[in-house]
């Protein structure tokens, strides 16, 4: 079992590497997941069959399918009910390692898939794969294969709608899944409108220390603002506007890179001021500062917690960001 999950693992790496992409790691459970459930219950690996790892690992996609008036849990307990089912359908169906993701071919399902990934993700000038690009892939690979204006054909006169749903993927009309997929589009095309969990601010000399943190917390699935990972995207923009926003909305929290050169930009200066606004409106802390020296930064009190990278390593610092923001979404699921 363990070698099949190796290979997959493998193959999908290597394979977005040659396209210059790589996948977070959440994103990569969840494809791995969804080979695993085909692998146990011996059916064939369709795309479809990728929701039950999404509902369980993708929280923005529980939250979609309970507003819209499903239920995410009971949705995951009747999916696995059907795919147990299949078992009779798929019985003499067997599972092969020969061929996964790299095999470039419209009758690959797999390579179908990780295609309109790296689509999604260039549509929103990122370079890594995330659960947003799954589910939409998913989405977009049975519209095109089942439109919704040939859904007369369903002998289930529920599922004989003008629209597709959920519940249209899997083939089986539940009301838990009676979500819209055009619905789920909508609202993860607002959740890719650049909204980030952390903002970086920091001055040019102290790049490296940023980009390794920036890419560290990508591939743990965390939205990062970080300017490299934005080139295309701030390209012919008003910057002073563009960062304002950023780092005065759209942000949860600010990591701020205090050094001696970060108090001279005038570029960090104005993401500072911006930030530090921000944090006066906020109910919880938003400046997270990471410090290089001890160069006194306007604004910032003395009595404020830091973390000292004299004292702490690259990856502790990404550990305790992402149990930051973690306590964050676990506050506001509670409220």
Excluded at 52 to 60: D, M, T
Excluded at 131 to 147: Q, Y
Excluded at 294 to 322: M, S
Aim: hydrophobic share 35%; charged share 30%.
């Amino acid at each position: 079992m363990e070698s099949i999950i190796d290979i997959l693992k493998d193959d999908l790496i290597k394979f977005l590497e040659k396209k210059g992409f790589k996948i977070n790691e959440n994103s990569l459970n969840i494809l791995i997941e969804g080979e695993l459930l085909c692998f146990n219950k011996n059916i064939t690996f369709v795309s479809s069959r990728l929701l039950l790892p999404l509902i369980r690992k993708f929280s923005q996609f529980k939250e979609i399918i309970n507003k819209y008036g499903g239920n995410s849990k009971l949705a995951a307990t009747f999916i696995e009910e059907i795919l147990d089912k299949y078992k009779e359908y798929d019985k003499n169906e067997e599972f092969s390692v020969e061929v996964y993701y790299s095999t470039e071919s419209i009758w690959n399902e797999r390579f179908r898939v990780i295609d309109n990934c790296i689509r999604h993700a260039q549509e929103n000038n990122r370079l890594i794969i995330n659960e947003s690009d799954i589910l939409l892939s998913i989405l977009d690979l049975h519209d095109n294969d089942f439109p919704s204006y040939e859904n007369e054909a369903w002998t289930d006169y529920n599922l004989q709608t003008s629209y597709n749903t959920i519940s249209h993927l899997i083939s089986h009309f539940s009301k838990y899944l009676w979500v819209k997929n055009d619905d789920i589009r909508w609202e993860l095309s607002d959740l890719n409108k650049k909204n980030y969990d952390i903002a970086i601010s920091f001055a040019g000399e102290d790049r490296k220390i940023a980009q390794e943190i920036a890419e560290k917390l990508s591939e743990l699935g965390i939205r990062v603002f970080y300017d490299n990972f934005e080139r295309a995207n701030l390209w012919g923009k008003d910057l002073y506007t563009h960062l304002s926003d950023v780092y005065g909305e759209k942000a949860k929290y600010c990591l701020m890179i205090v050094s001696k050169d970060y108090s001279k930009k005038h570029w960090t200066n104005l993401e500072r001021q911006v930030a530090q606004a921000k944090a006066f409106r906020e109910e919880h802390e938003y400046i997270l500062p990471l410090r290089l020296d001890d160069t006194a930064i306007p604004g910032l009190l003395p009595t404020t917690g830091y973390i000292d990278i004299r004292y702490t390593n690259i990856n502790e610092i990404v550990d305790l960001i992402t149990q930051k923001i973690a306590q964050t979404k676990n506050t506001r699921s509670i409220e």
